[in-house]
């Protein structure tokens, strides 16, 4: 009786410190009592895995913070898959354990990370504004024999719809002062050289609320010269995520000179360039393409890659 008296008291003070149920603290004690006497505690049939999808919230080096779909707090997932996925993936979670230590935590594997922002239960940032805009009046127009000439024409032919995105997407959440701009403060970092300084500000903006897309766009731009193949996830789903707020078959224009479009445009650059230089010439080109149509004025001089991109492709399929 004393002996399990004592054993009591070993997993009740253990449940104490980590706050693991009854049944998970007396499952180690007992793992650690029988590696001391060199005895085995493995059944002869292992219990069946836990399966679960989840969103990435954040990445850290050897974990990720994660909310499992239909569950409401999110958890710290330890993991060496952790590096291979990025805020906005959809993953399956394989976990072996699951426990509590003033958080919720629980270890595994990471599997089948996928973009799939319609899963993500995100609320479309709205849109603003809407009137009527006559981009042929209100800026420089782009004449022969600049080669976007022809395709300005075509884009301007008739007035348009303006609209504005959310303050969010430019990481400007309610209630914050404007001049406190987190995605400011992460370029900042990273002009000074504290690359890595900057990486945290920014997952911990997206642990936040995912659709801020201008870290999606300054995580991309952390990548992009030395990891294309990472870079694109990053532009992708923040793109993605700002197509969300924008209904079928959207014909308006997003123009550069509205502050908080620029989040969006910024991701759509950054994947037309990772396409075009992963060789994707065709796909490169329809993104430029398609941010020419948003914002017509080409503040980002995306018409110049866009050229680049159609006179390599027709170099391309004349010499197979």
Same mark, same amino acid.
């Given at each position: 009786m004393t002996a399990r008296r004592d054993l009591k008291s070993i997993i009740r003070a253990r449940q104490s410190k980590t706050g693991e149920s009854y049944t998970a603290a007396r499952a180690h004690v007992m793992r650690e009592r029988a590696a001391l006497l060199g005895q085995s505690t493995e059944s002869p049939q292992s219990a069946p895995l836990e399966r679960v999808d989840a969103v990435v919230l954040k990445v850290n080096q050897r974990s990720a913070r994660v909310r499992v779909l239909g569950e409401d707090e999110? #958890?710290?997932?330890?993991?060496?898959?952790?590096?291979?996925?990025?805020?906005?993936?959809?993953?399956? !979670? #394989?976990?072996?354990?699951?426990?509590? @230590? &003033? +958080?919720?935590?629980?270890?595994?594997? #990471?599997? +089948?990370?996928? #973009?799939?922002?319609? &899963?993500?239960?995100?609320?479309?940032?709205?849109?603003?504004?809407? /009137?009527?805009?006559?981009?042929?009046?209100?800026?420089?127009? %782009?004449?022969?024999? /600049?080669?976007?000439?022809? *395709? @300005?024409?075509?884009?301007?032919?008739?007035?348009?719809?303006?609209?504005? =995105? +959310?303050?969010?997407? @430019?990481?400007? %959440?309610?209630?914050? +002062?404007? /001049?406190?701009?987190?995605?400011?403060?992460?370029?900042?970092?990273?002009?000074?050289?504290?690359?890595? $300084?900057?990486?945290?500000?920014?997952?911990?903006? *997206?642990?936040?609320?995912?659709r801020c897309i201008d870290a999606h766009a300054h995580l991309g731009n952390l990548e992009f010269d030395h990891a294309p193949q990472q870079a694109i996830l990053h532009y992708e789903i923040g793109m993605r995520i $700002?197509? *969300?707020?924008?209904?079928?078959?959207?014909?308006?224009?997003?123009?550069?000179?509205?502050?908080?479009?620029?989040? %969006?445009?910024?991701?759509?650059? $950054?994947?037309?360039?990772?396409? @075009?230089?992963?060789?994707? !010439?065709?796909?490169?080109?329809?993104? %430029?393409? &398609? =941010?020419?149509?948003?914002n017509p004025n080409d503040n980002q001089g995306v018409r110049s890659c866009w050229d680049d991109v159609r006179e390599e492709a027709a170099t391309a399929e004349s010499n197979p």
């Open positions: 999110p #958890i710290t997932f330890r993991s060496s898959d952790a590096s291979s996925v990025v805020p906005g993936h959809l993953v399956t !979670l #394989i976990v072996k354990r699951r426990w509590r @230590w &003033r +958080d919720a935590y629980a270890s595994g594997r #990471i599997e +089948d990370p996928r #973009i799939d922002v319609e &899963r993500l239960g995100l609320v479309p940032l709205p849109l603003v504004g809407g /009137e009527l805009e006559d981009l042929r009046r209100g800026y420089e127009p %782009f004449r022969r024999p /600049e080669p976007y000439a022809p *395709l @300005w024409r075509e884009l301007t032919a008739k007035r348009r719809a303006s609209f504005e =995105m +959310d303050p969010i997407a @430019w990481g400007l %959440f309610p209630g914050m +002062d404007p /001049e406190d701009n987190p995605t400011c403060d992460a370029s900042e970092l990273d002009k000074a050289g504290d690359r890595e $300084g900057a990486r945290r500000l920014l997952m911990d903006v *997206l642990c936040r609320d995912l $700002g197509e *969300l707020s924008l209904p079928p078959g959207f014909d308006g224009v997003l123009m550069w000179g509205r502050l908080y479009n620029r989040p %969006f445009l910024r991701c759509l650059h $950054g994947y037309g360039l990772c396409l @075009w230089h992963l060789g994707q !010439l065709a796909a490169a080109q329809r993104v %430029f393409e &398609r =941010m020419l149509s948003l």
